[in-house]
């Protein structure tokens, strides 16, 4: 390699590095006036000009959000329901994907292309259907009926066929010599094989229903069996809308989210590109 | 232990048939070599023994037992991979005591053929490790060891030693031959290898093209192959093709080569066009004039022995094998003396007619 080509290559290097900070910065700036301003008293936040600081550091509004709403079982909602979502979700989908990639039964072709086709239905086309067929069994403000509806997840189904396509048949055929029945061969070769997709995918429903407005909203009304995420809109009075309020209960809300983006980083890049060239 | 049978049968894939009415008899404690290019359906009658493909037509015994309906684990055979096929995520302990929890065997007893299996195979320090860990070679060792401990009445190979080193490969497949008279275990071993064929088996079945083409000791194929396919593919370097018309009967018989040379020899045929076979070390070269005479192009010098490539006066290319201290070089006259008593005539279908 010549020096020049070495300039080059670092020029090069340079450009992108002050490009992504320069984007990481402009897509992280929301968040950071968003804590911000939870943390300034009302009058700073409406002040018609841009403050980077506050000049006076408060928590009253995280303390109201805590002590005077029902935020406790809205994380409790929130953590049910998400659990509940990918718990069964990931479940099933594992279940399907398993059939779909290694048995052979009648319709299994039709079956999948139906769930390719269930891409090009929005969940909002749905959601009055949904509505109603909850409404009919009873469920609305309750726990299944928020979780029930969200468990249409096709693209953890494809991703999880796609994994299982790609293990070597030996392991399978190894697994037919060893006796091995047909859940023993899901159970103690295929997931233990793909531990980490598992988690990836675990994770990544695990924040998509988290981060849940529009089923939840509609489906409950009563505000102590609110989701977080609709919870948050309830925080306001008589007196009208308190925006740094607002912001507190949102920080709160995206608290849970936050961390688990921080402490599973790799898992989530990897379950988002997974699903990144499937989802619809 | 146990024999196995494959009578009449027949495999197909969609519009392709890949095996076609074999029928093979596999005694008891025997090795047995299946040897074919690639292509020549060899793995596939192995999985049809095993039970990873179907049966087509015909009928599969084990032990005396019908078995072309059972499920693969109900065979009572053992299959080792090509890949080995080890499940990543269990220890070296745990893939060979699967198959065995898999059938409810109790725990003492597990754990027991599992010690058995490591002694034999010398892995006991191993057995706690996981695949990643391993070497190639211990790789092989272990899929060996999940079919040992399963004492099943056959075991099967898969072209096991393909992924190894050469220098392993050697060595792997002494250790075979030992475990082989060691355990007196029924074996049937898949390979494309001549070498592992000729070392290993009690007997070769040579496959080609669908179809048996012979069944023999390692030297019968060698010295008496049934056909002009398994006379070229048994052997390296290869048997020497020549063209040749057989004249004359019974003590004249004399068959006169494309150069002229005239070589007597006594085989049962009629008189008309074949084709002669002779292996290289069938050829002697001497130092004054013999049977005829051609031009060395190559000479490969192997240290114990050397192979000359010649050419014939009609250009008929020919391999003789000297001794390791050869003097021919490139470009010298060689005289070239044939031993008649292995020469192979093979006629119109590739059928072999071996000299006397």
Redesign the interface.
Do not use: K, T
């Given at each position: 390699m010549t020096p020049k080509t070495v300039r080059r290559v670092n020029w090069i290097g340079g450009i992108t590095t002050v490009l992504t900070v320069v984007i990481a910065v402009l897509w992280a700036f929301p968040l950071y006036w968003g804590i911000v301003s939870s943390l300034k008293p009302e009058n700073e936040v409406v002040r018609p000009f841009i403050e980077l600081w506050p000049d006076t550091l408060t928590f009253r509004h995280y303390w109201f959000a805590l002590t005077e709403t029902q935020i406790g079982a809205w994380y409790l909602n929130s953590i049910v329901t998400s659990l509940g979502v990918t718990v069964v979700t990931v479940t099933t989908s594992l279940f399907a994907g398993y059939a779909l990639s290694q048995l052979r039964f009648p319709g299994r072709t039709i079956l999948w292309w139906l769930i390719l086709a269930s891409f090009m239905v929005p969940t909002q086309v749905l959601i009055i259907n949904h509505f109603v067929l909850m409404a009919d069994m009873g469920l609305l403000n309750s726990w299944a009926g928020i979780i029930l509806p969200q468990l249409i997840h096709p693209v953890i189904i494809i991703v999880y066929k796609q994994f299982f396509d790609q293990v070597?048949k030996?392991?399978r055929?190894?697994?037919?010599?060893?006796?091995?029945?047909e859940w023993?061969v899901l159970f103690?070769?295929y997931i233990?094989?793909n531990?980490g997709v598992t988690t990836a995918l675990s994770i990544v429903t695990f924040i998509w229903a988290w981060n849940a407005f529009l089923w939840p909203f509609l489906a409950v009304t009563k505000t102590e069996m609110m989701t977080i995420t609709v919870g948050i809109t309830q925080v306001f009075d008589a007196f009208g809308v308190y925006y740094a309020r607002q912001l507190s209960a949102a920080v709160l809300a995206g608290f849970p989210v936050a961390l688990a983006y921080l402490l599973f980083q790799r898992k989530v890049t990897q379950a988002i590109t997974l699903s990144a060239g499937i989802k619809g | 232990m146990s024999d196995i049978a494959l009578n009449s049968v027949t495999k197909s894939f969609g519009g392709v048939k890949v095996i076609d009415r074999i029928s093979l008899e596999v005694k008891s404690g025997e090795f047995v070599v299946f040897l074919g290019p690639s292509g020549s359906g060899k793995s596939t009658l192995l999985r049809m023994i095993?039970?990873?493909e179907t049966i087509d037509e015909g009928t599969l015994t084990i032990g005396g037992k019908r078995s072309e309906h059972l499920?693969?684990?109900?065979r009572d055979?053992?299959?080792v991979?090509?890949?080995y096929?080890l499940?990543?995520?269990?220890t070296v302990r745990d893939n060979m005591a699967?198959?065995l929890r898999?059938?409810r065997m109790d725990k003492d007893k597990i754990e027991e053929r599992v010690q058995t299996a490591a002694r034999i195979l010398e892995m006991d320090a191993l057995l706690d490790r996981r695949p990643a860990q391993l070497s190639g070679g211990q790789r092989q060792r272990v899929a060996i060891g999940?079919a040992i401990v399963k004492e099943p009445a056959a075991f099967l190979f898969d072209e096991p030693l393909s992924n190894l080193d050469a220098a392993l490969r050697v060595r792997t497949r002494v250790e075979l031959a030992e475990l082989h008279q060691n355990m007196k275990s029924t074996m049937i071993y898949v390979t494309h290898d001549q070498t592992e064929a000729m070392t290993l088996a009690d007997r070769i079945v040579i496959l080609n093209n669908c179809r048996i083409e012979q069944i023999g000791s390692p030297m019968e194929v060698y010295l008496k192959p049934a056909s002009r396919f398994v006379a070229a593919f048994v052997g390296s370097p290869g048997m020497n093709f020549l063209k040749a018309d057989l004249s004359g009967r019974g003590a004249e018989q004399v068959s006169t080569l494309g150069n002229g040379a005239r070589i007597a020899l006594q085989v049962d045929l009629p008189p008309g066009a074949y084709e002669l076979g002779i292996r290289p070390e069938a050829i002697q070269v001497t130092p004054s004039p013999a049977d005829t005479s051609g031009k060395a192009t190559v000479v490969e010098r192997l240290g114990d022995r050397t192979l000359v490539h010649l050419h014939l006066d009609d250009g008929t290319e020919l391999i003789a094998l000297d001794g390791g201290l050869s003097e021919v070089r490139p470009g010298d006259t060689v005289h070239l003396k044939f031993d008649t008593s292995q020469l192979h005539l093979f006629d119109d279908d590739g059928m072999a007619h071996h000299a006397r």
């Open positions: 070597p030996d392991f055929e190894a697994a037919a010599m060893d006796n091995a029945s023993n103690r070769i233990p094989m531990w | 095993a039970g990873l499920a693969p684990g109900q055979v053992a299959m991979f090509q890949n096929a499940y990543p995520h269990m699967f198959g898999n059938i999940r």
